[in-house]
């Protein structure tokens, strides 16, 4: 037999490495880790994620010393992150998508995503040897496909699986995106339902209501026929709010940003609150009475102050307390947390405080229609923050 030549024993063993590392990534988050992908597709494993409005702050998996990076949305391809919810950049909204794929809305379905964008709503039976055999709970028919022929499964508790490249899987979640969030647990074979209690249109991250949720201390209660909606959801948002805005609030303050990124970090922080009418209470050691401001003129304030340096910083954020339902059908509760301001001249501290504070939290329903559909979807938005003491 003939031997290879060198240049071919070289070019096959190319291949082979090749063919392993593809091999390789195409199973390395296969366990449903919390990632991130660039626009390039290169995979960062996740510790946390913040999404604002312009940018995304985030720590590495693997960095101790717990590190902070920030990257532009529009840098990110996809994004999977908390368990049961992925986020994919769309160039035509210019922003990422958010699609909660184990939702209280649709838990108890497995989502088979084609290569096309199409989607299977199953109960995956058995996944082996290139094939998924599944129940489809439209037809209720115990069915099979090639993996060969998806990009990705979206399991029910949260956990996914890739078949695809990341580029590839992008493509067909972004297309996916309307359909997953317009599923619902009634495929399933629960009685699942959305009650219109607002009609007001919003264009923040949607969270689906359901009235199939069981009722309990952990709850907020409506009238009956109207949706309940978990008290730990609520949190969550809320606290995400609130953290987006003292992200704002640094910036803003931060005599380094430039004046133009200044104004486009007012603008963000406001599209946080109910409306522009929404009150700031500032105090100061130097006074006994406390100012109330509007929250874009007290931003614009924040941002002409007259030190080198101002720093603000939160500490002690509380879980949401004192929910109830105002007259508007909206629902109110509280955070409480610590501010300190801190401004320096010269490189010289010159001025402190640290202030407890109240800040109103409103979650508030409206009506979306996806494919033809209307769903009843939430939101949080922030109400007036009011000064409790200041030291």
Do not use: H
Not at 313 to 330: A, F, L, M, Q, T
């Amino acid at each position: 037999m003939r031997s290879l030549t060198p240049a071919f024993s070289i070019q096959k063993i190319a291949y082979s490495i090749i063919a392993t590392c593809l091999m390789v990534s195409s199973q390395l988050f296969a366990q449903s880790d919390p990632v991130l992908f660039f626009e390039d597709s290169r995979p960062q494993k996740l510790k946390s994620m913040d999404i604002g409005s312009d940018f995304i702050k985030y720590q590495k998996m693997d960095d101790r010393i717990g590190t902070f990076y920030n990257i532009l949305k529009s840098d990110i391809m996809l994004a999977f992150y908390p368990l049961g919810i992925y986020y994919v950049y769309s160039e035509a909204e210019n922003d990422l998508i958010k699609v909660g794929y184990a939702s209280v809305a649709n838990n108890k379905i497995d989502k088979l995503v084609k290569k096309s964008g199409s989607v299977i709503a199953a109960e995956v039976i058995e996944v082996s040897m290139g094939n998924v055999k599944y129940k489809d709970l439209q037809t209720g028919k115990q069915l099979s496909v090639l993996t060969s022929e998806l990009a990705i499964i979206l399991y029910k508790d949260g956990k996914y699986q890739m078949y695809d490249a990341v580029e590839g899987v992008a493509k067909a979640l972004l297309k996916a995106s309307d359909i997953i969030n317009g599923m619902d647990n009634s495929i399933a074979g629960s009685d699942f339902t959305v009650v219109n209690n607002n009609n007001n249109n919003s264009t923040g991250d949607d969270m689906v209501i359901s009235d199939n949720v069981e009722i309990s201390d952990d709850n907020i209660i409506g009238e009956e026929g109207l949706p309940a909606v978990r008290k730990e959801e609520f949190e969550e948002k809320s606290l995400a709010k609130t953290k987006e805005l003292e992200d704002y609030l640094r910036l803003i303050a931060n005599k380094n940003t430039k004046f133009q990124k200044a104004n486009e970090a007012i603008d963000a922080a406001v599209k946080l609150f109910i409306d522009e009418d929404r009150v700031m209470e500032v105090s100061s050691k130097n006074r006994t009475t406390v100012k109330k401001y509007k929250i874009r003129t007290y931003f614009e304030k924040l941002k002409l102050l007259k030190y080198d340096d101002v720093r603000v910083s939160w500490s002690d954020i509380s879980y949401v307390s004192n929910i109830r339902k105002g007259e508007d059908g909206n629902y109110y509760g509280i955070v409480t947390l610590q501010q300190k301001f801190e401004g320096f001249i010269d490189g010289r501290l010159v001025y402190t405080d640290v202030t407890k504070k109240n800040m109103t939290v409103i979650l508030k329903t409206y009506d979306k229609y996806v494919v033809g559909e209307k769903q009843t979807l939430w939101d949080v938005y922030l109400g007036d923050i009011g000064v409790v003491q200041t030291e």
